[in-house]
């Protein structure tokens, strides 16, 4: 057994359920070469760069050999463990090839639709049945139907288990993403990779009737290198499902977000014939959320925006006791107003600030009657020390616990002014165990490379707001239920807030 | 007052399942009929009083509600005016003067999970509740109600209420009751908590 089998196997052993992450092999059944979601699940499978360790069955009885490639007639022709398997069928074919499985198996994905979706959840329930009680003597999870398999990328473990995105730019990371629409796995995959945020391991749960949005949860949670789990549904059916969510991440020290999809009538509609998912009222799920801790937002974007903002923010989200108000300092006046107008619209509000913070900020800026926000602009523009020292009077005032700045005066590369004056806020954060975050008033002024340490990067106002929002969200669960411990993150080296709901 | 055919039991028939909860109950007398409206203004303890109608929703919008009736003359002539509108049953209550108004509900969902409303109540309630999941912990409760009450002695007369509401609804005898409103709910002067409206549904 090579060490890295070695690691599979004791992941399996510690994570009971949770084990198909670390399948000792992978089965796909309906495989066919020159049809779309077979290759690309086998490209994804077998690449060098992520590259799934044990070996790949595929099964076609109506294929032979194909150069170097080897179909198996059936499941059973398999020689030791299924693992992983992944059914490439659709409705009652599907059914009927699950139905024979047997032997070692870590779970099974259904791809194909013709279930719930198409008004057959007699089929949907059948398959829930076999997952409950089967030939091979215990539960089996069945992700699926219309699944798109599942991803894992952490030190002991890879493999794109997906349909779709092309793992070359693949990442571990801290990030869990989980989402009923196996499309926006891949693309929630690609935009983390290309902005650098490794995710350390995605499911597609579709129909999620077998295999719900809790389960996956519980799977992504009891993961010790996954410290955000990021969840797309397109309704919850049970609160209790959410609630039980929130309270596992609470006693765990990691955080959920939460978009739910289907709030206009039109969506709503969409939703119930893409995934046959009656959707409970949207301000019900809302308000459980709140109270179990979930941080909700609106759409996938602004998942993958809180989760990297998070993991900029590190350790600082978690230290500096019970402030969770905000700052903010702009270098462009119309940066700043927008910025402040973005903060508002998505309910983040700019408290002035402490008596002490405001004798510290008026020395440097005079006697005004409103000082959160405030345009430094001008003092940056001449003076770079008093730039400076705002910024740090600001981080050093005990009601903020966030402090944001807008730099619109173009980066990269900034000038060597400009470089002062993100030093500066990078400074006051350093000192003061805050949370720096530097927002761009356009995404393009960024150009995407750019990144400082210590500092949340926000390309962007709406991303500044949304980053700001969940930051805060975190900062404020803390601070009401009493910090624990910070939980480290094997891959990142960092660690994030433990999610404290309204209280359990 | 009977259960109605839609399952709604309103007033003192609604009040009598509702009393162990922690809140006042303002003086009430329900009208069946005309032949009760003279003893019923005899019975006013004190003015000023309101007439409602009872049995119908949005009673605010309906005109359904008459206030600030201060004599057993006015009443009485609100009594026949509403009897010959809307027909029995009416009723006549204490007026409480009073600050904010708030709503507080229970609901069994068809999933058989229990939620609680809570948020600002009164005629344009829905705009502004929150929802929670039974069972809510002191914490829960307390987070709720922070987000509309912030003085101490209020905040703690409806932390209570909250609890004792749903600890209620898991008692036997609240078989067959899908929803609770207690919509509004108010404090008086004095700073007790006072239900002013309530209704019961029940399957």
Same mark, same amino acid.
């Given at each position: ?12 052993? #510690? ?193 999620? &009737? ?12 009891? !993961? ?65 959320? #709140? ?64 008596? *002490? ?61 400009? %470089? ?29 490379? $750019? ?18 929002? %969940? ?15 910070? *939980? ?13 709901? !309204?209280?359990? | ?25 303002? $003086? ?12 019923? %203004? ?16 949005? #009673? ?40 904010? !108004?708030?709503?507080?509900? $229970? ?17 344009? %309630? ?5 929802? &929670?999941?039974?069972?809510?912990? *002191? ?7 922070? !987000? ?19 600890? #209620? ?28 409206? $309530? ?5």
């Amino acid at each position: 057994m090579t060490a890295q089998a070695s690691a599979a196997a004791a992941a399996r052993a #510690r994570n009971g359920r949770a084990g198909f992450l670390s399948p000792p092999a992978e089965t796909i059944i309906g495989f066919s070469e020159d049809s779309g979601p077979g290759a690309s699940l086998l490209r994804n499978l077998t690449r060098d760069d992520c590259r799934f360790p044990g070996p790949v069955h595929l099964v076609n009885p109506r294929r032979a050999a194909s150069g170097d490639t080897r179909f198996l007639r059936s499941a059973a022709e398999v020689a030791g463990p299924l693992g992983f398997v992944h059914v490439l069928l659709a409705g009652e074919a599907a059914l009927q090839t699950v139905r024979q499985l047997t032997g070692d198996i870590s779970a099974v994905a259904v791809y194909g639709g013709g279930f719930g979706d198409a008004g057959r959840d007699d089929l949907e329930q059948e398959l829930a049945n076999w997952s409950a009680h089967n030939a091979t003597g215990r539960p089996v999870p069945v992700l699926g139907p219309q699944s798109m398999g599942v991803y894992r990328n952490t030190a002991g473990m890879q493999f794109c288990g997906i349909t779709g995105p092309s793992p070359e730019r693949a990442k571990p990371g801290p990030v869990a993403f989980i989402s009923q629409s196996g499309a926006l796995v891949g693309a929630f995959l690609r935009a983390a990779w290309s902005r650098g945020v490794g995710v350390g391991c995605a499911f597609s749960i579709g129909n999620a &009737r077998c295999f719900s949005f809790a389960d996956a949860a519980a799977a992504a949670l009891a !993961e010790d290198d996954i410290s955000v789990v990021c969840m797309y549904l397109e309704g919850v059916s049970r609160l209790a499902d959410l609630a039980t969510v929130g309270k596992v991440a609470a006693r765990r020290g990691k955080v959920v977000l939460l978009a739910v999809g289907g709030e206009s009538a039109g969506g709503r509609s969409l939703a119930q014939s893409h995934t046959g998912t009656l959707a409970t009222e949207s301000r019900l799920v809302s308000g459980v959320a #709140r109270q179990y801790g979930i941080i909700q937002v609106a759409n996938v974007e602004e998942l993958l925006w809180g989760a990297e903002g998070i993991g900029q923010a590190g350790q600082a989200i978690l230290a500096g006791g019970k402030a969770f108000g905000v700052a903010l300092i702009g270098l462009t006046g119309g940066g700043v107003i927008l910025a402040a107008d973005s903060l508002e619209r998505n309910g983040v509000s700019l408290p002035q600030p402490t008596a *002490r913070g405001m004798r510290a900020i008026s020395a440097v800026v005079g006697n005004r009657p409103v000082l959160n926000p405030v345009d430094g602009g001008a003092l940056a523009l001449g003076l770079a020390d008093s730039h400076t020292a705002l910024t740090r009077a600001y981080a050093e005032d005990p009601r903020y616990k966030i402090v944001a700045c807008v730099a619109g005066m173009g980066l990269p590369p900034p000038t060597p002014n400009h %470089v002062h004056l993100y030093d500066a806020l990078a400074d006051a954060i350093a000192r003061t165990g805050k949370v720096g975050v530097l927002v761009s008033p356009l995404p393009d002024l960024t150009n995407g490379a $750019w990144g400082m340490d210590g500092l949340v990067i926000a390309r962007g106002l709406q991303e500044g707001a949304i980053k700001i929002r %969940v930051l805060q969200d975190v900062a404020r669960l803390g601070a009401l239920a009493g910090r624990a411990a910070p *939980r480290q993150s094997a891959d990142a080296g960092r660690s994030v807030a433990s999610p404290a709901s !309204e209280g359990h | 007052m009977p259960l109605r055919r839609d399952g709604t039991l309103t007033g003192a028939a609604a009040r009598e399942l509702l009393r162990e909860l922690p809140i006042c109950w303002p $003086w009430l007398r329900e009208v069946a009929d005309q032949a009760e409206l003279r003893a019923a %203004v005899s019975a006013i303890p004190a003015f000023p009083v309101v007439v409602k109608v009872e049995g119908i929703a949005h #009673r605010q919008q309906a005109a359904g509600i008459w206030r600030d009736i201060g004599d057993e003359t006015t009443a009485l002539s609100v009594l026949e005016l509403f009897g010959r509108s809307y027909g029995y049953p009416l009723s006549l209550a204490e007026q409480i003067p009073h600050g904010p !108004e708030f709503a507080l509900g $229970w609901q069994r969902r068809q999933a058989g999970e229990d939620v609680l409303m809570f948020g600002y109540g009164g005629s344009d %309630v829905g705009t502004q509740v929150q929802f &929670r999941l039974v069972p809510l912990t *002191r914490r829960h409760a307390s987070a709720l109600i922070d !987000e509309c009450v912030q003085q101490r002695s209020a905040q703690n007369q409806l932390i209570s209420l909250v609890l004792a509401l749903q600890e #209620r609804m898991h008692l036997p005898s609240s078989g067959g009751t899908c929803e609770i409103d207690l919509n509004p709910i108010t404090f008086s002067e004095a700073g007790q908590l006072v239900a002013l409206d $309530w209704k019961i549904f029940r399957r």
